[in-house]
């Protein structure tokens, strides 16, 4: 039996680039289908954003000249592309899914919206949803609480390379502990880097747990679902 019955899964685009350094490595991209497949063979309905930094960051964009607008639209179209190729990859794994955008740009994705989505998660489709919010100024943190909230997702599972939520980052102070559970006031009175501002605080104004894990080791993805005590719950 699943710990939870529908989630939104937030990929970090950076962790595409696996050993890489940059743009998509295959072996990742399969790593992370294959981990979906074995959720999704559980019941779970699952709906998937990922973040675009593997190709282009918008708020990077804008310091280094770009108009931050057109920037954050680059960002948008960045998360289609990754969007299309977790798609490709979860079809190579035998897996039903679908791309929704935020923008309207049919052929490549159906245009999002909640009750779409929703049904076809029902049917057994993972729903990726890619371009953010479609607005700028918003991040695809953001633009995963506010998809997490609208499907009604029991949590978001947080993928990244790390295994949860430190006093420090655990890459740059070996004294760093972890937290296995945690409030979102602790978070925002600590200035702890879970998410953007805007998005921890949409997640706690609607009861959404976060749950942050390591998603580049490979079977932890149902290990939070089994119940297994691997990351950090973040919660009212």
């Known amino acids: 039996m699943a710990r939870f019955k529908r989630i939104l899964l937030k990929l970090s685009g950076e962790s595409l680039m696996g050993k890489q350094g940059h743009g998509i490595d295959p ?9 979906i497949k074995e959720v999704a063979e559980m019941g779970v309905q699952i709906g998937i954003v990922i973040g675009g930094g593997n190709i282009f ?18 960002g948008m179209c960045a998360t289609v592309i990754n969007s299309l190729a977790l798609s490709s990859a979860l079809d190579a794994a035998g897996v039903k ?17 909640k009750w779409k989505a929703i049904e076809a998660m029902e049917q057994g489709c993972v729903c990726i949803f890619s371009a953010g919010t479609g607005s700028p100024y918003f991040t695809t943190d953001t633009g995963s609480s506010l998809r997490g909230i609208e499907i ?36 925002l009175a600590r200035g702890l880097k879970v998410m953007d501002l805007t998005a921890i605080c949409m997640c706690q ?3 959404l747990p976060i749950y942050v894990f390591n998603m580049d080791v490979v079977g932890n993805l149902k290990k939070v679902m089994d119940g297994e005590e691997i990351g950090t719950l973040v919660h009212n």
Do not use: C, H, W
């Open 97 to 113: 899914n679908k791309v929704l955008t935020a923008i309207r740009m049919e052929p490549i994705g159906e245009f999002y919206t």
């Open 57 to 74: 960051r918008g708020l990077s964009g804008s310091q280094k000249g770009f108009d931050r607008v057109k920037g954050d639209q680059m």
């Open 205 to 207: 104004d609607n009861n």
């Open 152 to 187: 009604e997702a029991d949590v978001m599972l947080k993928g990244t390379r790390v295994d949860g939520i430190y006093t420090a980052d655990p890459e740059k102070d070996p004294t760093a502990t972890k937290f296995t559970d945690i409030t979102y006031k602790e978070v």
């Open 27 to 35: 072996e990742r991209l399969s790593d992370y289908a294959r981990q």
